[in-house]
Each structure stands twice: as structure tokens, then as C-alpha cells.
């Protein structure tokens, strides 16, 4: 079955920018999305389609894509930003079958 | 504002049927820019996909559940429903309903909690 991997954990000060990576071989050919989910939380949606910011999530979030490689940068970290981050894509089957990572905990130190 | 709420049992036996239900809220079920999707959380885990469902009634399952999954929309009821047959101990989550949307689940309810034991 397909597969987004991501590092377990991430660890920043404030200020300082975070990279959460998540790889999959179909990432070339479909689109990712990124959340946060705080403890005890539903996830929030912080990245659609490689890049694209929805409205109310603050413009320290970014997200890029490279080959199997997409990045969730939050820049200037907050304190508030200690959470998990999961990666989400398809698989390229034609199946639709969408595929979470397996999460990062980003601790802000 | 589109809004969603699971609801159902918060026990269920092994070997039994999970049953789970969406309603949804602000905005049309029918509505064609939606697909409507299960997500479950084991406790202490990640995120895994268990389906999704258009409101025409197209499915789309995660292989790994697919021969024990059935999800099925009511648009009278402006609801979608999420049946998991067989569950054992492993089927333990935290369960969300959410929007679909142009491939990214953009609106989640708030999760509701299913244990299974005896």
C-alpha cells in the first residue's frame, strides 16, 4: 500500500523556522495537504494543494513541493505552533485513495 | 458556515457493527463541490482515511478496510453514515467525520470516541 513518511519529530526555538518534510512516490503527481492537530483537537487544515494557504491561517505557514519531497516551513515559530503535523495525499492508482502520514510532533523549545 | 457532528455509540462489542452518523450542518449534503469522508485516530497514533462518499452515492474505500466498511449518505436527513462491520479491539479510535474538498478535508467535526471490548 502507498506511504507518506515524515520525521517522528521536529524541535525549534521561537523565532526559528521549522521544516516538516513528508516523501511519497506519488507526490509528483498528486497534491498535498498539510494539518496541525493540537491535544485533544480535531486536525486544521494549515496547507491545500502543495501551497496554497487557507484563509485564516496565519502567512508563517508555507508549503512546497520537490519530486517526492513536499515541506511545510513555519517561519518565526510560536509557541502555539507545538503540535502534530500530518502530511495527506492520494495515491496515484486512479482509486482516489487518500493517505495521511504518519504525523511529526513539533515541539517548540 | 458548514458545521458536522458524528454521533453514535461510544461502545461496541467484538466481533459486532460499528455504526456511525454525520449530520451536517449550514449547508447542503447535495451539494456537488463535496465529497464527505471518515477519518479515524487510534488513541496515541496517526491519522488514517477510512473512506469517502459523494452524495450521489460514489464511494471510495482505503484498501486495507474496504471488505469491512459501508458508507452510505442520507440526503433527506442531510446525513452520512459509516458502518464497520466485525471490529475488534484494533478498530479502537477516535472517529471524524469531515468535508472532502477538492481533495483536502477542510471542515472536521469534532470527534467522537468508539471503544470496543466486552
Partial sequence: ????TQPPSVSVSPGQTA?????????PKQYAYWY???PGQAPVLVIYKDSE??????ERFSGS????TVTLTISGVQAEDEADYYCQSADSSGLMARVFGGGTKLTVL | QLQLQESGPGLVKPSETLSLTCTVSGGSISSSSYYWGWIRQPPGKGLEWIGSIYYSGSTYYNPSLKSRVTISVDTSKNQFSLKLSSVTAADTAVYYCGTNYEGAFDIWGQGTMV???S
Avoid at chain 1, 1 to 4: A, F, N, Q
Avoid at chain 1, 53 to 58: E, L
Wanted: glycine letters at 10%; a positive charge.
Fill in chain 1, 65 to 68: 513541493s520537490s519530486g517526492t
Fill in chain 1, 1 to 4: 500500500s502507498y506511504e507518506l
Fill in chain 1, 53 to 58: 494557504r487557507p484563509s485564516g491561517i496565519p
Fill in chain 1, 19 to 27: 521544516r516538516i518534510t513528508c516523501s511519497g512516490d506519488a507526490l
Fill in chain 2, 115 to 117: 471503544t470496543v471490548s
Fill in chain 1, 36 to 38: 496541525q492537530q493540537k
